[in-house]
């Protein structure tokens, strides 16, 4: 389950579509006419960029918890009681794609990866 929130964190997905259009359109909405440039800008890439990114880490922070509570889980019970490989194996790939995908939301939502867009003038 872990490894598959990772993925889902790093390619995107339906819920984060859905939130960065609303984050779109309530900003869209928010605007008046008069709005320059860089306001228009912002409602447009920048809100939207930032919702996705939201999404995404959210996914990812659950993949980083599930697989962290699954691995510890025999510390906390007897001590024959061991994971079995494949399970330890599907958790370090979520902690792996978990934290990938924490690294990315903090470069996606605060403007790390690529420069916000500005008007030229």
Do not use: C
Not at 32 to 41: P, R, V, Y
Not at 67 to 81: I, K, N, W, Y
Not at 88 to 99: D, E, K, M, N, Y
Not at 110 to 120: G, N, S, T, V
Request: glycine content about 8%; proline content about 4%.
């Amino acid at each position: 389950m872990a490894a598959g929130l990772g993925v889902v964190a790093l390619s995107g997905s339906w819920v984060a579509g859905i939130v960065s259009e609303r984050a779109s359109v309530a900003a869209r909405l928010e605007l008046s006419q008069a709005a320059d440039a860089n306001a228009q800008i912002a409602a447009q890439f920048v809100d939207p960029w930032h919702a996705t990114a939201m999404v995404n880490g959210v996914f990812a922070a659950l993949a980083l918890i599930i697989a962290t509570f699954v691995l510890a889980l025999p510390a906390f019970s007897t001590p024959e009681r061991t994971l079995p490989t494949w399970v330890r194996s599907v958790s370090w790939a979520g902690i792996g794609l978990g934290a990938l995908g924490v690294l990315l939301f903090v470069l996606m939502y605060f403007d790390l990866l690529l420069a916000i867009p500005k008007a030229a003038g």
